[in-house]
């Protein structure tokens, strides 16, 4: 940072209240008004440098102290006590933070070379000229300063020529950048290493928006830096003026945020938003997601949801999990995660999908495409099923969007399934049937059915299902292979439920209600008579037995007609029949004896 000293006497200025005097053996001639601030001060010290005062002074009426308001003074009476120390000759000391007041302030009291050779305007444009100008950080202090005196400023040209020193520093190659320059990234020594191509990204970053968009603009304009460094400055400056996505809180929980800041917010991400170079990658899609997560929080116009949700979901393939991962941020929802932006832009990304490939072949860049979003939601499922308080329908919601194409196999799907029906243990059957509505039995891998035959939190019509295509594709050895029967009754627990599943089942499928004979309230074993007991027990079991094989035909013919009536598929299903048949007539026969 560079310094201007003018003056070599000390400073005899003091303050009683709210006047400001000199000390001096002449009695004050001259009141100076700004706002609250009285400064008594002498015609013959500031007379000769000021134009305006001369003129002022030579309309007053009173020839003895003359008193002048000049409260619309840009820099207030800070400013203007810089300019009267000049005029005494006092020391002052001029830098980059002070410039801009004390040039418009000089300006306005018309301190000029027609007044005086070698007045106060000079010497200010010579040292803007020769060292803020000449300056890396004194240029963007300047400019900054600039903030509080827009209007003068830019009359002056002060805004203009630092934006033009500013961009003509940042054109310059690394390799000829020889000033001070902020650079905080992990891992980077000045010493040791070359200046980095994204040298000036954290120091433009301090200004206020409207002027890092006017920098953006020109070095846009001048095409010489790709589009990833231009995506690169907006991160930084976003990072550093916007909130974290991850810890934004609710508004009704958030006491110290002021309707300003939210508004200074909106205004920082809707400009960021439509400076993102239009290249795909200029940005990262982590950013455009948080980016996203930050608007829906702040309330912004739906013009800027639109278009990060268009630009995410053209580069949704380059996403992680952890990309997808933000919280909600409605108070009205009670879950963590904020699915419904995730499905907001999957959706749009399948909309471009079916359009660019309407019928995409195996192996193609389309195919590989779409199975690797599959491969990433399913993943992220799997992570946020763990939230105790999200519904099955939000699961759902995205599960479903991805077409059938999409995934190779429903392992991935299977696991996010589990883990959901783990965490929420309360779970109706009837959510659990909606939960696994997605899941193809025949997409999963042997070891993955395995698992399903053996879940107890699974829907029993799921297992069955399971078992069928477990037997169908001959996946397993005979040795290991469970017939059907054996691993429903494994399942004890769930015998008293199968007379439910049974009247479900036959209302979907013949969408009539028949009566089951011989399933009903089975009376009590009378304590008096042994063989009325057993007789009846024997029955009762045998009434589960024949309604549990009823479902399991009723769950054959179903996966029968999905399957397309195969003949390998009828046949097995006829093995399954006969191996529980020839299983429950043994037992009866030992029972029998």
């Given at each position: 940072m560079k ?7 000390p ?8 006047t400001r005097?000199v ?5 004050s001639?001259l ?5 609250n601030?009285?400064f ?5 010290s500031l007379?000769p440098?000021?134009g305006?005062?001369?003129r002022?002074?030579t309309?007053?009426e009173?020839?003895n102290?003359?008193?002048i308001e000049l409260?619309?003074?840009p ?8 300019c009267?120390k000049?005029?005494y000759g ?5 830098s980059?933070h002070n410039f801009?007041s004390?040039?418009?302030a000089a ?5 000029t070379?027609?007044?005086e050779k070698?007045?106060f305007?000079?010497?200010l444009?010579s040292?803007f000229?020769s060292c803020i ?10 400019l900054q300063?600039?903030?509080k005196l827009?209007?003068?400023s830019?009359n002056?040209g002060?805004v203009r020529r ?8 940042i ?5 000829k950048?020889?000033w001070s320059y ?5 891992g980077?020594n ?8 994204d040298?000036?990204?954290?120091d433009?970053?301090d200004?206020?928006?409207?002027l890092?968009?006017?920098?953006i603009?020109?070095?846009?304009s001048t095409?010489?830096?790709p ?8 991160h930084v400056y976003?990072c550093?003026?916007?909130?974290d996505?991850t810890?934004i809180?609710p508004?009704e929980s958030?006491v110290?945020?002021?309707?300003d800041?939210?508004e200074?917010?909106r205004k920082?991400i809707?400009?960021?938003v439509t400076m993102?170079?239009?290249?795909k990658g200029?940005v990262?899609?982590?950013f455009?997601?948080r ?11 739906a013009?800027?949801?639109t278009?990060?949700?268009?630009r995410s979901s053209l580069q949704?393939e380059?996403?992680t999990?952890s990309?997808?991962l933000?919280?909600t ?5 009670q879950h963590?995660?904020d699915?419904?932006?995730?499905a ?6 399948l909309?471009?999908w079916?359009r660019t ?5 195996e192996n193609s860049q389309?195919?590989?495409?779409i199975?690797k979003?599959?491969?990433l939601?399913?993943?992220y499922?799997?992570v ?15 599960a ?16 996010g399934?589990?883990?959901?029906l783990?965490?929420h243990p309360?779970l109706?059957?009837?959510d659990?049937k909606?939960?696994c ?6 997409k999963?891998s042997?070891?993955v ?7 107890e939190r699974?829907p029993?019509?799921?297992?069955v299902q399971?078992?069928?295509f ?5 996946s397993r050895a005979n040795?290991q292979?469970?017939s059907?029967?054996?691993q ?5 627990k769930q015998i008293?439920?199968v007379?439910?599943?049974l009247?479900k089942?036959?209302?979907e499928?013949?969408?009539?209600t028949t009566p ?10 009378s ?6 007991h057993?007789k009846?027990k ?6 589960a037995?024949?309604s ?7 769950e054959i013919e179903?996966?029968e ?8 598929s009828k046949?097995n299903?006829k093995?399954?029949?006969k191996?529980?048949s020839g ?7 030992s029972r029998?004896?």
């Amino acid at each position: 940072m560079k310094f201007m000293k003018l003056g070599t006497r000390p400073d005899t200025f003091f303050t009683e209240e709210a006047t400001r005097s000199v000390i001096s053996d002449i009695t004050s001639d001259l009141v100076i008004r700004i706002n609250n601030i009285n400064f008594l001060l002498h015609q013959f010290s500031l007379l000769p440098k000021c134009g305006l005062l001369q003129r002022l002074c030579t309309d007053s009426e009173d020839s003895n102290t003359v008193t002048i308001e000049l409260h619309d003074i840009p820099g207030g009476e800070d400013a203007f006590e810089l300019c009267a120390k000049y005029c005494y000759g006092i020391t002052i000391n001029l830098s980059a933070h002070n410039f801009v007041s004390a040039f418009c302030a000089a300006k306005f009291l018309r301190m000029t070379e027609a007044v005086e050779k070698g007045n106060f305007v000079l010497k200010l444009e010579s040292f803007f000229n020769s060292c803020i100008l000449e300056g890396w950080k004194d240029s963007i202090v300047t400019l900054q300063t600039t903030v509080k005196l827009t209007e003068w400023s830019e009359n002056l040209g002060i805004v203009r020529r630092c934006i033009d020193s500013i961009v003509e520093k940042i054109l310059t190659p690394p390799a000829k950048v020889t000033w001070s320059y902020t650079y905080t990234r992990k891992g980077f020594n000045k010493q040791q290493q070359s200046v980095p191509k994204d040298w000036w990204t954290e120091d433009i970053s301090d200004l206020d928006i409207d002027l890092f968009r006017c920098i953006i603009i020109a070095i846009k304009s001048t095409y010489m830096l790709p589009p990833q460094l231009i995506g690169e400055a907006l991160h930084v400056y976003a990072c550093r003026w916007l909130p974290d996505a991850t810890k934004i809180t609710p508004p009704e929980s958030s006491v110290s945020q002021t309707d300003d800041v939210a508004e200074n917010h909106r205004k920082i991400i809707e400009i960021i938003v439509t400076m993102i170079p239009a290249d795909k990658g200029s940005v990262s899609v982590g950013f455009l997601l948080r980016l996203l997560s930050i608007a829906s929080h702040l309330g912004a116009s739906a013009m800027i949801k639109t278009e990060l949700i268009r630009r995410s979901s053209l580069q949704l393939e380059e996403a992680t999990v952890s990309d997808l991962l933000f919280p909600t941020h409605s108070s009205s929802n009670q879950h963590y995660y904020d699915i419904d932006l995730v499905a907001a832009v999957l959706d749009s990304f399948l909309l471009l999908w079916r359009r660019t490939s309407p019928a995409p072949i195996e192996n193609s860049q389309s195919m590989r495409s779409i199975r690797k979003i599959g491969k990433l939601i399913d993943t992220y499922l799997q992570v946020v099923a763990r939230d105790i308080n999200l519904p099955v329908s939000k699961v759902l919601a995205v599960a479903e969007a991805l077409p059938d194409i999409a995934r190779k196999d429903h392992d991935d799907l299977y696991k996010g399934i589990n883990i959901y029906l783990k965490e929420h243990p309360e779970l109706s059957k009837a959510d659990k049937k909606r939960l696994c509505r997605p899941l193809d039995c025949q997409k999963l891998s042997p070891e993955v059915r395995t698992h399903a035959v053996k879940n107890e939190r699974l829907p029993l019509r799921t297992v069955v299902q399971v078992l069928f295509f477990e037997q169908d594709k001959g996946s397993r050895a005979n040795d290991q292979r469970m017939s059907a029967q054996e691993q429903l009754l494994s399942r004890g627990k769930q015998i008293p439920l199968v007379r439910d599943e049974l009247s479900k089942l036959q209302l979907e499928q013949h969408e009539q209600t028949t009566p089951l004979e011989g399933i009903g309230k089975t009376p009590a074993p009378s304590e008096s008579s042994s063989r009325n007991h057993q007789k009846m027990k024997r029955t009762d079991k045998k009434i589960a037995l024949e309604s549990e094989k009823k479902v399991v035909r009723e769950e054959i013919e179903e996966v029968e007609t999905k399957d397309g009536g195969s003949s390998g598929s009828k046949i097995n299903a006829k093995k399954m029949m006969k191996n529980r048949s020839g299983s429950d007539h043994s037992r009866d026969k030992s029972r029998d004896r």
